[in-house]
């Protein structure tokens, strides 16, 4: 099962290839995890740095929440804050002079 990192760096660690020991994998927000151990994804999910994918990769990576009930993450696109805001009545002139983090304010 995938993750997409939502907080703005996730530290995995994962078994190294090479020898019997482990690394660390840095993801930044919007990036997708491919595979949390036990541990880590009770950790991660508990406290909101990681969101399970469930199948929608491309809506996660785009910035999308992958439910249209939802708003996007805070790490997501302009775009997609933009899109949200529309979607929640605002025009498009409105939106264009807005930041992602006014429209996180308004709209989130």
């Known amino acids: ?10 530290l995995v660690k994962v078994r190294d290839e090479v020898g019997d020991g482990f690394r660390i994998d840095y993801h ?10 036990a ?4 950790r991660l999910l508990g406290e909101g740095h990681v969101r399970d994918l469930g199948g929608s990769v491309t809506a996660e ?6 439910d ?4 996007p993450p ?3 696109s302009l775009p997609a804050w933009q899109e949200w805001a529309k979607s929640k009545g605002a ?3 409105d ?5 992602k983090a006014d429209l996180i304010e308004l709209y989130g």
């Open 28 to 37: 930044y927000a919007g990036s997708v995890i491919p595979h949390l151990d």
């Open 91 to 93: 025009s498009g002139e």
């Open 95 to 99: 939106i264009e002079k807005l930041t």
């Open 1 to 10: 099962m995938s993750y997409v990192a939502i907080s703005a760096l996730v």
């Open 39 to 42: 541990e880590q994804r009770e």
């Open 68 to 71: 249209p009930g939802q708003p």
């Open 74 to 76: 805070k790490a997501g």
């Open 61 to 66: 990576v785009e910035g999308g929440s992958g």
